[in-house]
Each structure stands twice: as structure tokens, then as C-alpha cells.
């Protein structure tokens, strides 16, 4: 039986990459792209936000389709090895992925998603997935503490040469700034939407980093495949996030809650091509910050509300979302799109703008791929050609938001203030070095 079983795997394995094995005797890239094949070995782990982060957590990760049944295994973190004396194992839920790229079948892939539920705040936690003789390295993560303090990096496009340039920016964040709760992606992680090779670089990228720090990521346009505009099967295959939004809309459009911290994510492409979801957002977003007990509200979607490329205006963003945002005084929209960065508020009344009060919102790229900024008088800070990182931290009356470019430089700062009357003030310390800008 055991030669049986043994035989059965090899013949699974090669029918699982035999369309790869096929290609690449015609395409040197799939060889060099090699590594980037599933296999019994678990890779493209990551952690993602709960509905609930203080007292769950939820995983993905992928193999190749020999391991039909995956698990998670979860103990309390120690400081020694003897939390393996402890765990707890989890059968993963799994689903089958044909993967592609250049549109070309190469082969089959097993994704899968564990819940974590009655976590603990302020507990770390260590966990491992896989199964028989094939695991994971053990990674650790910690829920947050029930402090009312909130710390995390926010990208917007990474997109193009993820593993060549995004890479630099991820790290040095993590090396340069204290440990964050969790991640926040703009939209647009890459640049094919169902492109495997893509998808295995911004995993490539991440590393250790998405399976030891919590993300949450809102979809780009270039997560979307054309006419109609439809979600790639990857995103739901590969992420786990939460399912608390409109039908239709699991795991794009979706409310994260901490104790003083609503985090909202709006599908940005569906906004602008279906009417029908466009419409389920608007009542849903109204929905849920009627009556929100949350101290902030910070919203991430991808088509930013104000264009910063010249040749750009996104009229759905505007007419349809910039209406309720001014009406529930939501406090930060962090956004993508249009790669270069710029920051600012306006609050548009009786057809004119108020550049002093409202929403501050937030353009940012953290890959290569560059638009020129133009001229608007909403922006307090803007930057051609320069791949930054956010850092917000939100505590008790005051949200705390500072840009870093890939050097590692500060190259904007603010705070909002919050009295008890529930109104903000901005107050800028922005470095005093000159705005990085297009040459004329």
C-alpha cells in the first residue's frame, strides 16, 4: 500500500506541472521563473485582517495539488521550543486553481484558508502549515493589544518589477519603523490580474513578512480582466479576507473594526463599471457609518477622489463617494492609481472647494511605474518619481501619518486632532526639503 500511495503522488505531481513542462521547452522565462512553481512544500503564506482583529486572524497558503488535505498547526508563542508541546491543528478549507500566464494553462494549484477565531489581544502566537513530512518554518505574529492604539503601513502600486523594486521598499520599512499591526495595499499588486509568475513575485517579495504581519488589500484595475470587468480567481483563491460587505462583493468591499478604528475597503473598479455594485457600496458605506461608534474612520479604495496625473478625473470617485465621506466626516481615504504621491483635503460646498477642512486624502505609489503630478491646489505635499511608504498610527485624540520614500527619508508628516465634539484640526510638520517634482 505504502508503494501504492508513493507511486499515486509522483503520477499526481506530474499531471499537476505537466502543462508547465510542456511550455517551458518553447519559453526560457518559465525556466527561469522555476521557483515560482507549487509544490508539496507550503509557499505564498500570508496573514490576513479579520472582520475582528483583537480576536481572530485568518491564513492562506498554497501547495501543489498532491496535498489534497492541508493543516494549520497553532500554539502560544514561548520564548523557548516548548510550545510544540501544545498546539492545536486546523484542517484547512481548499480549493483548486488552474494557474496561468500569458493566458496559457500551466498547470494546477491547491490554495488554503484557515479562520482563526478566540484569539487573545496582547497574546503572541506561533503557527505552521502543511502536513505529513512537508511544513512550513514556524511564524509568529502577535494580536493586537486592547490599548486603543493602532499602528500600519499603508503602499499604494506596486504593480510592475515587483520582485526587482517593490522589494527594497517593504523591507526597509520593516527594518525602519517600529512593528506595525498590520499592512494596508491600494490596489494594483500587479500588473496581470491573473498572471501566476506576477502574483508568485509579490509573494517573492513579502517574503516572511505577510506571514508574520496581518494584511488587508483593496483591488486595483489591474485586478480585473475587461468587458466585463471581472475579479481574477486568485484574489479569493489566495487571500482570506472578510466577507462582511455587500453580496457580491466578498472579500473587496469589507469593514475591519478596532476598539476606536473602523478600516473600511471599497472595490474601486466596480464603483466605476457597474452601476448595480456601485449603488450596493453607497448603501452599504452609508449603512454602516450611521450611528458608528468608532472614534476614526479611515477608508481605502484604489481610483483616488482626486486625480494627481494631469490628464486624469475620476468622475464616479466624486460624484458618488465624496458626497458620503464629507457627510460621516470620514477622516483619512488612502488611495492609488495614479503613481506619484500627493497629499490634501477638500470639502466641496455649494459648488466651490474648502481646502481646510474635510477628508485628508492620500495618493501614494511604492513601484517604479511613474505618472507626472500635475498642479492642484488641494495638495499640501506632492512627489514625481518616488516610491514611498506610509506609516499611520492612530492613539487616543490624534491620528499620526508620516511618508517615507524607499531611502528611508521622511518626506511628509501631519496630525489630526480630534476634541470631544468629534472635530478635527490638521497640524503639518512637513520636513522643510523641497518637493520632489517633474523637470518642466
Known amino acids: 500500500m505504502c508503494k501504492v500511495f508513493q507511486i499515486s503522488r509522483i503520477v499526481l505531481a506530474l499531471l499537476s506541472v505537466w502543462p508547465i513542462l510542456a511550455f517551458s521547452q518553447n519559453s526560457s522565462s518559465y525556466n527561469i521563473n522555476a521557483h515560482l512553481l507549487p509544490s508539496l512544500k507550503p509557499d505564498r503564506i500570508i496573514l490576513n485582517l479579520s472582520e475582528d482583529p483583537l480576536k481572530g486572524i ?44 500569458d493566458n496559457v494553462p500551466t498547470g494546477y494549484a491547491n490554495y488554503h484558508e484557515v479562520k482563526l477565531t478566540g484569539l487573545e489581544p496582547g497574546i503572541s502566537y506561533v503557527y505552521r502549515v502543511g502536513g505529513g513530512e512537508s511544513w512550513s518554518e514556524w511564524f509568529q505574529f502577535t494580536i493586537p493589544q486592547n490599548d486603543k492604539e493602532v499602528n500600519f503601513l499603508y503602499f499604494g502600486d506596486v504593480q510592475n518589477e515587483v520582485v526587482s523594486m517593490f522589494s527594497r521598499v517593504i523591507r526597509e520599512a520593516v527594518i525602519n519603523l517600529p512593528k506595525m499591526d498590520f499592512i494596508v495595499y491600494a490596489g494594483d499588486l500587479i500588473n496581470h490580474e491573473s498572471a501566476d509568475f506576477e502574483w508568485g513575485e509579490w509573494f517573492e517579495a513579502g ?65 466605476d463599471e457597474s452601476p448595480e455594485y456601485r449603488r450596493a457600496q453607497m448603501d452599504w458605506l452609508r449603512s454602516i457609518l450611521t450611528d458608528n461608534p468608532r472614534k476614526w474612520t479611515v477608508i481605502t479604495f484604489h481610483y483616488p477622489v482626486y486625480a494627481t496625473a494631469p490628464d486624469r478625473y475620476h468622475d464616479k470617485m466624486i460624484d458618488y463617494i465624496r458626497p458620503i465621506l464629507q457627510e460621516f466626516k470620514v477622516d483619512l481615504a488612502i488611495q492609488g492609481h495614479d503613481h506619484a504621491y500627493a497629499r490634501g483635503m477638500a470639502f466641496e460646498e455649494n459648488g466651490k472647494l474648502d481646502y481646510g477642512k474635510g477628508t485628508v486624502y492620500v495618493v501614494s505609489v511604492a513601484g517604479p511605474k511613474m505618472y507626472d503630478v500635475k498642479e492642484d491646489a488641494w495638495m499640501e505635499r506632492k512627489a514625481y518619481g518616488t516610491q514611498t511608504y506610509q506609516w499611520v498610527q492612530v492613539k487616543e485624540d490624534v491620528l499620526r501619518f508620516k511618508t517615507y520614500t524607499a531611502l528611508g527619508e521622511l518626506y511628509d508628516s501631519f496630525e489630526i486632532h480630534k476634541n470631544a465634539q468629534g472635530e478635527n484640526t490638521l497640524v503639518n510638520s512637513i520636513p522643510d526639503t523641497p518637493e520632489r517634482l517633474q523637470d518642466k
Open 58 to 101: 485568518h491564513v492562506n497558503w498554497r501547495t501543489d495539488t498532491t496535498l489534497a488535505v492541508s493543516h494549520l498547526e497553532l500554539a502560544k508563542a514561548t520564548a523557548g521550543p516548548e510550545f510544540r508541546e501544545k498546539t492545536k491543528l486546523e484542517e484547512a478549507l481548499t480549493q483548486t486553481l488552474v494557474s496561468r500566464q
Open 207 to 271: 517574503q516572511w513578512i505577510h506571514s508574520s504581519i496581518p494584511s488587508m488589500m483593496t483591488p486595483g484595475n489591474h485586478e480585473f480582466s475587461k468587458n466585463p470587468a471581472t475579479l481574477t480567481p486568485y484574489w479569493n483563491a489566495q487571500f482570506n479576507l472578510p466577507t462582511n460587505g455587500p453580496k457580491g462583493l466578498e472579500e473587496t468591499t469589507f469593514e475591519v473594526n478596532f476598539p476606536e478604528l473602523k478600516l473600511i475597503s471599497l472595490d474601486g473598479e466596480q464603483i
